[in-house]
């Protein structure tokens, strides 16, 4: 037998006092201990035979907002009732619900009841009462729980459980399961307690004082169980988007990258015109773009920006191109919308920086007019960056995007031809995820086209990527449905680890 602790003796010592059985919250009373130290006290003795422990479901009932209602000013059909008592026993419906001065929402309710407990029928409009019924278990069970504000379900009789079941149906009650925990000396128990136990007080610091006066010869350490369960902590911590937002911008920086932001309110200027897409692009649609009504125009850059990039669409201005062939409409261009991709933040930083080198990146929030599912999101993040130097090639952007998969431990990375309206040549990059077994695409990119740089008055290569966040996070995280990560499902936020591999 081992030697037992004080918070162990405690609980025997009130055990022995509560006649040998009782249910956790008399222990503590007794024995003084707190909560916990009786669990894991609890635990130790029931590993060495001493007590056994017996648990026991309770459902605890008690008044909903509604019930309480009920509860002081009648059950609606008990109500109506009374005044068709005392109008006659028989009288029109509407002059019932005004003796009684039942409210609107409760009517269909009250109807439904008087018919169902047989106390009054309705024809053409009337209510004729057919008894005069005394109380009913329904209503004993309301004053009942309005004298006690919370009872036990199972410790009711059989009539008032069956009146449970019916207020739940009704919503006037609210239930809260828990779980009755009752501690047992065994018979190995009792032989201790019969001898006797002494409580000997246990030191569980053992400070700078014990030892300088050589006293912690003469008292009794409390040893710990390191091994034991604990209570479990949720300390508060940083979501794991925002954990993840975090990794991704440490790992720009590391890469010599500087942050930008832009504001999620954009002109389409700077979101498709400045970026060569044409006006009647679909992506411009409504159905994949939110517009603002109120205000629904923004500023257009300089003039000469505008006619360049006016030109560059109309015919393909000193570009080379011969643009989309249609007539450039201002108007359109200054329309205002919520960003539907952080490129967007990127061109516009890059007409006001035009001399090399330029280095920079985005993780910002995108809008766009979907659906939502276990795949989409209307606002989500996109991540997004462009390196303009000299001579930067292609071979650049790969090793570049490479290095950053490579960063966030996703080593295999594949290239794939690709179409965006301001790039050429350019590329999809899907990346290998072993866990799933599959390559997941993730960022697009490419060299921004001379119809985007000419109008814009850049004069070097620039090299631009960009993707969703979630993505990434979801691959990361191990999870299917995106509507999670924003769902504030408190539960998941404490399971998900604060330190991801
Ligand atoms: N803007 C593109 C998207 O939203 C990604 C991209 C960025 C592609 C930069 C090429 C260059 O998917």
């Known amino acids: 037998m081992p030697e037992l602790r004080e918070n162990e003796q405690k609980t025997l010592l009130a055990l022995e006092k509560l006649k040998g059985r009782a249910p956790v919250n008399q222990i503590i009373q007794i024995s003084g201990l707190a909560h916990a130290a009786v669990m894991r006290a609890v635990l130790s003795l029931t590993e060495n035979k001493l007590i056994v422990t017996y648990e026991q479901k309770q459902t605890l009932v008690s008044l909903s907002e509604e019930g309480n209602y009920h509860a002081t000013n009648g059950l609606p059909e008990r109500r109506l009732l009374n005044s068709l008592a005392k109008l006659g026993g028989e009288a029109k419906v509407n ?16 109807l439904g009841w008087l018919n169902r407990k047989g106390w009054a029928t309705i024809k053409q409009g009337t209510l004729k009462s057919l008894k005069e019924p005394s109380l009913g278990e329904e209503e004993k069970l309301l004053q009942l729980l309005t004298k006690k504000s919370a009872l036990i379900v199972e410790e009711l009789s059989p009539e008032l459980q069956k009146s449970f079941s019916v207020l739940k149906r009704r919503k006037l009650v609210e239930i809260e399961e828990k779980t009755l925990r009752e501690l ?4 190995d128990g009792w032989t201790l307690v019969k001898k006797g136990i002494t409580i000997q007080e246990e030191i569980s610091q053992l400070t700078p004082e014990l030892i300088r006066t050589g006293n912690w010869r003469n008292v009794k350490l409390r040893r710990f169980d390191v091994t034991a ?52 692009h679909p992506a411009r649609d409504m159905v994949d773009t939110f517009y603002l009504s109120k205000p629904n125009q923004g500023k257009l850059p300089e003039k000469a920006v505008v006619d360049a990039v006016a030109k560059t669409h109309e015919n ?15 108007e359109e261009a200054k329309r205002l919308v919520l960003r539907t991709h952080t490129t967007a933040t990127t061109i516009r930083y890059l007409t006001e920086h035009k001399e090399p080198p330029v280095k920079v990146f985005s993780v910002d929030r ?49 290239f794939w031809p690709s ?4 790039t050429e040549p350019s590329l999809q990059s899907t990346v290998y995820v072993p866990e799933l077994k599959t390559w997941v695409e993730l960022c697009g990119m490419g060299i921004f086209r001379p119809e985007v740089l000419a109008p814009l008055g850049v004069k070097h290569p620039v090299l631009a990527w960009g993707g969703g966040l979630e993505r990434l996070i979801l691959l990361k995280l191990g999870i299917e449905d995106i509507r999670l990560l924003y769902k ?8 998900t680890p604060v330190c991801q591999r």
């Open 95 to 110: 002059s019932v619900v005004e003796e009684a001065g039942l409210e609107k929402k409760f009517l269909s309710v009250a």
């Open 419 to 422: 179409y965006f309206p301001y």
């Open 366 to 414: 995108v809008y766009r007019n979907e659906k939502l599912d276990y795949k989409h999101l209307a606002e989500f993040h996109q991540i997004e960056g462009i390196i303009m130097d000299r001579k930067v090639t292609l071979r650049d952007l790969m090793g570049t995007l490479k290095e950053f998969y490579q960063k966030l431990g996703l080593e295999k990375v594949q």
């Open 316 to 330: 393909g201005w000193i570009t080379g191109s011969r643009g989309w062939e249609y007539f450039w409409s201002p």
């Open 229 to 280: 369960p604990g209570p479990v902590s949720y300390p508060g911590k940083i979501h794991p988007v925002q954990q993840i937002i975090q990794q991704v911008k440490e790992i720009f920086l590391e890469m010599g990258f500087t942050e930008i932001r832009g504001d999620m309110v954009e002109t389409a200027f700077w979101n498709f015109d400045a970026l060569f897409q044409p006006q009647d």
């Open 184 to 187: 047992e000396l065994t018979d």
């Open 488 to 495: 504030n499902d408190l539960g998941w936020i404490r399971r």
